[in-house]
């Protein structure tokens, strides 16, 4: 079974900055793309940032220069690095992960993590 563990979250005042981390566990042949996003009370979750297998990334315009997305292959991790906070960003944030699972054909399948909450406030 696989899985996706999230850490790294907590309560920051404005300006401040957070590091989430998100680690793969499980049988799979490899990991795609991986992503956060984030879901603000009343609203819909909104993709924040993505990072493909060979490294090419994105980014919402709300988080550009404020957001850097990486990824360590050899640990099956993404990380999100989080500057400059608003409030605005006050969300929970959702790791993602693309997986095939047998082999380098087989489907991919979509993953996600439990979530964990950020909240940007004095």
């Known amino acids: 079974q696989v899985q996706l563990v999230e850490s790294g979250g907590g309560l920051v005042q404005p300006g401040g900055s957070l590091r989430l981390s998100c680690a793969a566990s499980?049988?799979?042949?490899?990991?795609?793309?991986m992503g956060w996003y984030r879901q603000a009370p009343g609203k819909q979750r909104e993709r924040v940032a993505g990072?493909?297998?060979?490294?090419?990334?994105y980014y919402a315009d709300s988080v550009k220069d404020r957001f850097t997305i990486s990824r360590d292959n050899a640990k099956n991790a993404v990380y999100l690095q989080m500057n400059s906070l608003k409030p605005e960003d006050t969300a929970v944030y959702y790791c993602?992960?693309?997986?095939?699972?047998?082999?380098?054909?087989?489907?991919?399948?979509?993953?996600w993590g439990q979530g964990t909450q950020v909240t940007v406030s004095t």
């Open positions: 993602n992960a693309k997986f095939r699972l047998r082999g380098p054909d087989s489907y991919e399948v979509n993953y």
């Open positions: 499980g049988t799979f042949f490899s990991i795609n793309g």
């Open positions: 990072v493909s297998a060979g490294g090419s990334t």
